[in-house]
């Protein structure tokens, strides 16, 4: 363990865990130590590594699976209400180790302080969501057109459900899937990124805690390991809905997989989110929320802002805001006081960036902020703006690249904007502003924007819990979270009782036995 986590692990309850230096990386109600190899996993910031974690095996994922099986049986029948204690206890858990979280978060993947806190408030909020939910778990009645019968809908908890994360929101998104299918009576297996295996022990380390005080041992289970995991995750037909937040590519082989076995998926897959800004907008708040959306988490967030759409009166006037905006981005030590971008995850990462400029100027493209690496250690990039060519494309827009790069396009109208904000084979996330009503709703309208998420005078990131999260296209079309969200972790059963001494048949059909 590094010595910059000397702390961190007593305050989450590593230090329990670690054997032999490398701590297990996988939890069926406690922890054992898996039979696969050791990974490192390095901070982003200094290239040092923070820690050693046992992978799991193919073997060991079979044992999580018979494990977690095994305490569905119990765990569905228990009420909602009280599978909600789990959960509630799991939410103060992480209310009182929200510093320590928060810190390994923005260790083990690089995001400024505030972000990483905010991830864990994140997690708290969706326990608080979750927990009222469990009481909320509607379903409806239907007037039946038959005498003397009632016809209702219910839900049952779906079985082990399957979520599989990303390095970018660590746990964030676990906990969206993981607080929600816990109160609607699933047991969750979660495969984390084996860039982030650290934050997901602790974690899991709290998980068990929590599981512990509430008899819920194995309700969250963990299983780090590498693609093969995930892999077989997808084919087991024990695990009826699968959770996967990652690459577009990736989501596509994870949904055959699934499809073809016919269970469920839940994909949070790419994006490609852009910002109208008209010419009657506030460009004060449009620069504020297009730094935010394009320069927070380093560019790598789903959400992230990638395109601005500016209208021909304001695009020098914002550029010339967004510039200004970016030279006051201080880069460096995410834990650091004033820090507003840490480094991006990998050195894969920044070369996946040097390559993306490289392809703006190729294509045209003027870079009027940005552009280079940082001189390491770590893997630092500058926040970047490439001013579109007018009367050119600019192919390398419609890719996501994972880094803070805005693409920045004149246009002439609402309409046109729309059309471009939709030309992309992403629908995750959307804005526009402007101080007019009417443009406001056209773009929300059904011929507006064909996003998941759609956002007038706010960015395209910081999405609350409360909302549904997800979006359309490539971007995978799930939802998670808030909203409705709770009703892609569970079956849906329509039941139909007869009180009466009759037997009639749905549509007059006569049948005299
Ligand atoms: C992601 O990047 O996978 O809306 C999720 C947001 C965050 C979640 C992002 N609440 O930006």
Redesign the pocket.
């Known amino acids: 363990m590094n010595a910059r986590l000397a702390d961190l692990p007593t305050a989450l309850g590593l230090d329990r865990l670690a054997t032999d230096g490398a701590l297990p990386g996988a939890s069926a109600g406690a922890f054992f130590a898996p039979h696969g190899p050791p990974i490192l996993s390095d901070d982003p910031a200094t290239g040092e590594p923070l820690g050693r974690v046992a992978t799991a095996t193919l073997d060991d994922y079979d044992s999580v699976m018979l494990a977690a099986r095994a305490r569905f049986a119990e765990w569905r029948s228990r009420p909602a209400p009280k599978r909600a204690e789990l959960v509630r206890r799991l939410g103060e858990l992480l209310r009182e180790h929200k510093e320590p979280l928060g810190e390994l978060v923005s260790r083990e993947v690089g995001k400024i302080k505030s972000e990483g806190l905010g991830e864990v408030q ?1 997690m708290i909020d969706i326990c608080d969501f979750a927990v009222g939910l469990s009481r909320q778990l509607y379903g409806l009645t239907i007037a039946s057109e038959r005498p003397a019968h009632r016809m209702m809908e219910q839900w049952h908890p779906a079985g082990v459900v399957g979520v599989i994360t ?1 390095f ?2 660590p746990v ?2 676990w906990a969206w899937n993981a607080a929600i299918a816990a109160v609607c009576g699933d047991v969750v297996v979660w495969k984390p990124s084996p860039l982030a295996p650290l934050t997901a022990i602790a974690v899991q380390a709290l998980c068990d805690r929590a599981a512990a005080s509430e008899d819920a041992a194995g309700v969250f289970n963990l299983v780090v390991g590498g693609p093969e995991i995930g892999e077989a995750m997808a084919r087991d037909r024990r695990i009826p809905v699968v959770s996967f ?1 990652g690459s577009i590519p990736v989501g596509r082989k994870v949904a055959g997989l699934v499809a073809e076995r016919l269970g469920r998926s839940i994909l ?1 897959l790419g994006g490609n989110n852009a910002i109208t800004v008209l010419d009657d907008a506030n460009l004060a708040l449009a620069t504020r929320a297009i730094t935010f959306g394009a320069v927070g988490t380093a560019g790598q ?3 992230s802002t990638r395109r601005v759409f500016a209208q021909r009166g304001v695009i020098d006037a914002l550029l010339g805001r967004l510039a200004k905006a970016y030279g006051s981005v201080t880069i460096g030590d995410p834990m650091a006081p004033g820090t507003l971008m840490g480094p991006l995850v990998s050195e894969r990462a920044v070369q996946a960036f040097e390559a993306a400029v490289a392809a703006a100027r190729a294509q045209g493209g003027e870079v009027v902020a940005g552009g280079r690496r940082r001189p390491g250690p770590g893997h630092f990039v500058e926040p970047t703006i490439v001013r579109a060519p007018k009367d050119a494309p600019l192919p390398i827009a419609a890719e996501e690249t994972f880094a803070p790069i805005l693409y920045v396009f004149e246009v002439g109208s609402l309409d046109e904007a729309i059309e471009r904000n939709n030309a992309v084979s992403q629908g995750l ?1 959307s804005a526009i502003f402007t101080e007019g009503l009417g443009s406001a709703e056209r773009f929300l309208s059904p011929a507006g924007s064909d996003c998941g998420i759609a956002n007038v005078n706010i960015g395209t ?3 609350e819990i409360g909302g549904a ?1 997800g979006g359309e296209k490539d971007s995978g079309g799930g939802r998670e979270a808030g909203s409705d969200a709770w009703k892609a972790y569970m079956r849906r059963q329509t039941c139909t009782v007869n009180y009466g001494r009759d037997l009639p048949l749905a549509q007059g059909v006569e049948f005299p036995v």
Do not use: P, Q
Request: net charge negative.
């Open positions: 994140e990303a970018n929101f964030a998104v937040t949070e967030r789903c959400t996330s990131s910081g999405a999260f």
